[in-house]
């Protein structure tokens, strides 16, 4: 087993993360909106949660293997050097913001709910620029405007 293949397959785990973050996500208003009302430091720390294993679930997620497109979207997207940089762009000012967001969050204001939300804001930009870098990787592998098909032409 090859180490692109190895880790291709550690990129599963982001399924079951992505489905806590979910499960998180949802447990307020499973528990009842009254209850949600009442208990507003449990609805907050269940918003963490959520922005943290999704932070997980998207770190894991860049372990997949860069030179195949995972669905016809992502192929589309990346094979087309506008969409490809339009996309690159959208995740940087993504990232910019979430850091923005979590540095103000921690460091700035005194709301102490708003201080946990940004660990996983955090955490949720550090995974964002994993993907980020995939997704260079991604465009590189696969723009057709610069890398040639099987037949020798460009794509």
């Not at 190895?6 to 785990?13: A, N, P, T, W």
């Not at 998207?58 to 860069?66: H, K, P, R």
């Not at 260079?136 to 037949?151: C, I, L």
Request: proline share 3%; with cysteine.
């Amino acid at each position: 087993m090859t180490f692109t293949r190895f880790f291709h397959l550690i990129s599963y785990i982001q399924y079951p993360l992505v489905a806590i973050g979910i499960y998180f996500a949802f447990t307020p208003y499973i528990q009842g909106l009254d209850h949600m009302a009442k208990n507003l430091d449990l609805f907050f720390a269940s918003i963490n949660k959520t922005l943290l294993f999704f932070g997980l679930g998207v770190s894991f997620s860049t372990f997949q293997d860069t030179t195949k497109t995972q669905n016809k979207l992502s192929k589309k997207v990346w094979e087309s050097p506008q969409k490809g940089k339009a996309f690159i762009i959208f995740l940087c000012i993504s990232i910019s913001l979430l850091f923005f967001m979590a540095i103000y969050g921690y460091f700035i204001t005194s709301n102490s709910k708003i201080k946990e939300i940004s660990l996983g804001t955090f955490v949720l930009g550090i995974g964002m620029m994993g993907l980020l870098k995939s997704g260079v990787e991604m465009f590189e592998n696969h723009r057709k405007d610069k890398n040639p098909d099987n037949s020798g032409n460009l794509k």
